[in-house]
């Protein structure tokens, strides 16, 4: 009859609309989760940034003494690329032998 075929539809949306909530639930949850990858990787970048300043001046021997890292793996007074760049020009050019290798 008439009532139970809408009975049986309105069962019908009931159950599509769970499962549209379901999968939006689950979409939000993975957002979150690539919101969390996106921030853990700005921060990596950025410390990586900030070694690669330091080794720079390092190799360039604008410094003398190589900082030591923290524990996250992050170096102490390192500077960030912004603040002090140092450009593969000022670097020094190191004569080599004939043979290839550097006297000690």
Excluded: C, H, W, Y
Excluded at 1 to 11: D, G, P, Y
Excluded at 60 to 71: N, W
Excluded at 72 to 95: C, D, F, H, N
Aim: net charge negative.
């Amino acid at each position: 009859t008439l009532l139970s075929e809408i009975s049986s539809a309105a069962k019908e949306q009931s159950t599509g609309i769970s499962e549209i909530n379901s999968g939006v639930t689950e979409l939000d949850k993975v957002t979150q989760q690539n919101a969390g990858n996106a921030e853990e990787l700005a921060s990596a970048a950025q410390e990586t940034a900030a070694q690669v300043a330091t080794l720079r001046q390092v190799v360039s021997g604008e410094s003398r003494s190589v900082p030591e890292p923290t524990q996250a793996g992050a170096v102490v007074g390192g500077l960030s690329e912004s603040k002090s760049p140092v450009s593969r020009a000022q670097a020094p050019v190191i004569p080599m032998d004939s043979d290839g290798f550097d006297e000690f």
